[in-house]
C-alpha cells in the first residue's frame, strides 16, 4: 500500500475524496441526520464572503460539512478560418470540507481537480478564529483578495464558461498563498463595510522569463515552491476596502504588491529589489426594477522590468471585463419551481503591454478584445446550463491585423 501511495499520489487522493463524497450522498438518502445546509439568503454578504456562502451537507452530528461544485462543457472554435473541430471538456470538480473545531474557531479547504486529474490544487486552507466580527485572523493557504473574481470564482455562480480574461491572463486567477492576516467587517444602517489585509509569498522571476515571451503575472502560479519559501524572502502584501449599500450596489478597493525577484543569495547581492505593484477595482449592482444584474472589475499592473529586457516585455498593463445579466423568465418549469431564463453579455479587454516603442513612437500592441453574448438557463440558483458564442481579436505586439477567434461553448455546472 505504501508503494502505492507513493507511485500515485494523486490517484490515491482523488478516490478518498470520491469513497467520502459517495459515502455522504448514500446517507443523506437514508439517514435524516444528513442534511443539506442552505445558503442564508437573509444575510447581506460581501465579495469576502464568498468562500463560506456556498452550499454543504451535514454529515450526522460531526462539525464537517461536505460540498463541492461540478464543470463540465463542450467547445468549437475556428481562428482565422481554421478549426480544430469540436472537443468535450471536463474542466473542474472542486470539493469544499468544513469544520467547526469550537466556537469561533472554523476550518474551511478547497481542493480543484482540474481537467480530468491533470492538474490537482489546494486553493484554499485557512483557519478563522473570530474575535470580534470586526477583527478576524486567518492563516494557512490564503486566495489573495485582488479583484472580487479572485475569492468569488465558483462556476455555478457565472453565465459564463470561460473566466474573464483580466482574471486568468492578467491576474493569475485563483491565486493562492501561504500566509497570515486580518479581515472583518462593520455596518450602520444600509451601509456595511469590510476589509482584508494578508502578508503571503508571492511572485518570482517567472513573471519576465516564462514561455510566453512577456511580462505573464499568471505564469507564476507554476511555482510550487511558493508554498514553501518566498523568492525573494520579502512578504507580498494583499490589502481590500469593500464598501456595500444594502439596497444599490457593492464596490471594491485592492491593492497587491511586493518584491518579486531573488535579489540576493547568500550575502550576496544579485540585483536591485524589483517590484510588482496591482491596483484594481471591482463592482457589481443590481437593478430593482428590472432585475438586471452587473459586475465588473479593472487591474492596473506595474512591474519594475530590467533595463536589459526588450520592449516586449511591459512595465504597464492594464484589464477590465463587465457583465450584464437580465434574466426574462422565471417561473415553475417542469418540477422545477423556480426556474430562470437568463440572456447575458459579457465585455473583456486586455493590454499586456501599455506604452509606445522608443524608436518609432508607434503604440505597442499586445491587446485582446472579446465579446460573448449568452443564454443560461437554471432550474435552480445551484445549477446552470450555458450556451455562449465568444468571437475575440487579438493583436501581436506589432499591431498587425488582429487574429480572429470565435468560439461555440455549451456546457453546465452545478454545486452538489
Known amino acids: 500500500m505504501n508503494i502505492f501511495i507513493f507511485r500515485y499520489p494523486r490517484q490515491f487522493l482523488f478516490g478518498i475524496l470520491f469513497l467520502v463524497i459517495i459515502g455522504a450522498l448514500k446517507a443523506q438518502d437514508t439517514d435524516p441526520l444528513v442534511k443539506r445546509i442552505p445558503i442564508d ?4 454578504l460581501l465579495n469576502m464572503d464568498a468562500v463560506y456562502n456556498r452550499p ?8 464537517v460539512a461536505l460540498g463541492g461544485y461540478l464543470e463540465a462543457n463542450s467547445i468549437y472554435s475556428t481562428e482565422d478560418g481554421i478549426s480544430e473541430g469540436l472537443s468535450f471538456q471536463a474542466r473542474r470538480l472542486t470539493i469544499f470540507m468544513s469544520a467547526s473545531i469550537t466556537n469561533q474557531i472554523k476550518f ?3 481542493i480543484e481537480f482540474e481537467d480530468g486529474t491533470k492538474e490537482i490544487g489546494i486553493e484554499f486552507a485557512a483557519l478563522d478564529v473570530t474575535f470580534h466580527p470586526a477583527f478576524i485572523f486567518r492563516g494557512g493557504i490564503i486566495m489573495n483578495p485582488i479583484g472580487a473574481f479572485n475569492q468569488n470564482h465558483d462556476g455555478p455562480k457565472w453565465e459564463f464558461i470561460e473566466r474573464p480574461d483580466v482574471a486568468v491572463n492578467l491576474l493569475p486567477a485563483t491565486w493562492s498563498n501561504v500566509g497570515f492576516g486580518l479581515y472583518g467587517k462593520t455596518n450602520r444602517g444600509n451601509w456595511i463595510v469590510g476589509y482584508e489585509i494578508y502578508l503571503t509569498n508571492g511572485f518570482d522571476n517567472s ?12 505564469a507564476a502560479k507554476e511555482n510550487e515552491e511558493r508554498f514553501e519559501e518566498s523568492n525573494s524572502g520579502k512578504a507580498l502584501i494583499t490589502g481590500k476596502i469593500t464598501i456595500q449599500n444594502r439596497n444599490n450596489a457593492e464596490i471594491g478597493f485592492s491593492y497587491m504588491g511586493g518584491v518579486y525577484n531573488k535579489f540576493e543569495e547568500d550575502g550576496l547581492i544579485l540585483d536591485k529589489k524589483r517590484r510588482v505593484d496591482i491596483f484594481a477595482i471591482d463592482f457589481n449592482t443590481t437593478i430593482k426594477k428590472t432585475g438586471t444584474y452587473i459586475v465588473g472589475e479593472v487591474a492596473f499592473i506595474n512591474v519594475d522590468v530590467p533595463v ?3 520592449q516586449q516585455y511591459g512595465t504597464r498593463q492594464w484589464g477590465a471585463f463587465v457583465d450584464v445579466v437580465q434574466p426574462v423568465l422565471k417561473r415553475k418549469i417542469l418540477n422545477w419551481n423556480d426556474a430562470t431564463f437568463n440572456l447575458a453579455a459579457r465585455l473583456d479587454y486586455v493590454d499586456w503591454n501599455v506604452g509606445t516603442f522608443n524608436e518609432t513612437n508607434t503604440d505597442i500592441g499586445e491587446e485582446l478584445i472579446a465579446i460573448t453574448p449568452a443564454i443560461s438557463f437554471r432550474p435552480s440558483a445551484q445549477t446552470v446550463f450555458r ?8 493583436k501581436d505586439i506589432l499591431n498587425n491585423p488582429a487574429a480572429k477567434k470565435a468560439s461555440w461553448l455549451f456546457g453546465f455546472s452545478t454545486y452538489f
Not at 439568503?41 to 447581506?44: D, E, L, N, R
Not at 454543504?56 to 462539525?63: C, D, E, Q, S, Y
Not at 450556451?387 to 487579438?394: A, I, S
Open 41 to 44: 439568503t437573509s444575510k447581506t
Open 56 to 63: 454543504f451537507l451535514a454529515i450526522k452530528k460531526t462539525p
Open 108 to 110: 474551511l479547504t478547497e
Open 207 to 218: 513573471i519576465i522569463d516564462n514561455e510566453e515571451n512577456k511580462t505573464f503575472l499568471p
Open 308 to 310: 536589459t529586457f526588450t
Open 387 to 394: 450556451l455562449n458564442y465568444r468571437y475575440q481579436w487579438q
